[in-house]
């Protein structure tokens, strides 16, 4: 039996999306949504230390980065770094996945940019018709360009200096995009990558071409098409199903089912705040993404590949197998946590990414005549 293909987890949402906008199964749904309602309300009263309190964020700089087609993208840097000012600081850029934002890197962004070592300084945006950033045009909504969209936010917001990239699912994919489009950049300044919960291609055979968001399916098409022409009456839709919505999210989203409800809510809350037709606009580039040739540009560099074991949304298998095309990448497997690792599991996430810091970091020297640091590149090991 199939395993749920990539897209499957919006494509349930829509469908119950679908499904209530045709007054399809409406008592079953008022039922079942009165039961989550309660189990929701019972996990938050039993969550109430710990992981169940976001925490206070360190400050960012917002700013925008206009595309290469002119969409513009929403930004955040943030640097608390104090050293001394000839000190190298690696820059990091956080990319997110599919239907999320910049506030996937929840944890990340304070456990990152407290680090002294090494200092780093953080870079996050959110992709083009994601979160802040610009609703772009159908037919510029593809992985090619979100790869450009990259490059351009790292030429506007961090032109010189050694990089660590880091991009979790779509993101990931949006790395591999990058190298295909600028190999040199992997050799010239980017000493470290961190694919998480990601894939190099064959989505498609997780299932997707019976996902029910596939642009094949003709309630995709109605859905998509009714977004357009009544997005208001999407909105209360979405509204009504909301808690079958946020329990659909929870199953696919974490592997733990008494994960913290506000952890839940962080991801619904991304997910509802894009547009359905934005969404489905992506999903051809995602089942077409084909990116194994691309991999090669990325192993001069410090790897590291993560993911959940239970992911339901990109198979764990998908990330063994950029291990096996990648083996100088360190693998880090997280027992039974879903496709969010970095909010399910920040602790090891961080822990993982700061080794990656720390490996990518060591590739630093000074310039003899200039005193500046520059990037020193390792060959691949035999």
Partial sequence: MKRPGVWQTVGVAGGVVGAAATGVAVGAAARKRREIASARRRLATQMSEGASEPGVLPPGEASSVTADDGVRLSCEEIDLSDGPD????????????????????????????????????????????????????????????????????????????????????????????????????????????????????????????????????????????????????????????????????????????????????????????????????????????????????????????????????IPFSHSERLAAELPDAVLVRFPGVGHLPMLEQPATMDEALVGLLQRSAARIVAEPTTGRARPRRFRRRA
């Fill in 86 to 313: 000839d000190a190298p600081v690696l820059t990091v850029v956080l990319v997110h996945g599919f239907a999320l934002d910049r506030r996937t890197w929840h944890f990340q962004r304070r456990s990152l940019a407290e680090l002294v070592d090494p200092a780093v300084r953080l870079v996050l945006y959110d992709q083009r018709s994601h979160g802040r950033s610009e609703r772009a045009p159908r037919e510029s909504c593809t992985i090619e360009q979100l790869g450009r969209d990259l490059d351009a936010v790292i030429r506007a917001l961090a032109p010189e200096g050694p990089l660590v990239l880091v991009g979790h699912s779509m993101g990931g994919m949006t790395l591999m995009a990058l190298a295909e489009h600028r190999p040199e950049l992997f050799t010239e300044r980017v000493l470290g990558v961190a694919l998480v919960s990601t894939s190099a291609g064959e989505v498609a055979s997780a299932g997707l071409q019976g996902a029910l968001l596939s642009r094949h399916n003709p309630l995709t098409r109605g859905v998509g098409l009714l977004a357009r022409l009544q997005p208001r009456l999407v909105d209360v839709v979405r509204g009504v199903a909301g808690d079958l919505i946020w329990a659909i999210t929870r199953s696919f989203a974490y592997g733990d089912r008494s994960v913290a409800p506000w952890l839940v809510d962080l991801v619904d809350t991304m997910i509802s705040s894009n547009a359905v037709d934005a969404l489905t606009d992506f999903v051809d580039t995602v089942g077409t993404h084909d990116r194994v040739a691309a991999l090669p540009a990325l192993a001069g560099c410090e790897l590291l590949v993560a993911a959940g074991e239970a992911d339901r949304v």
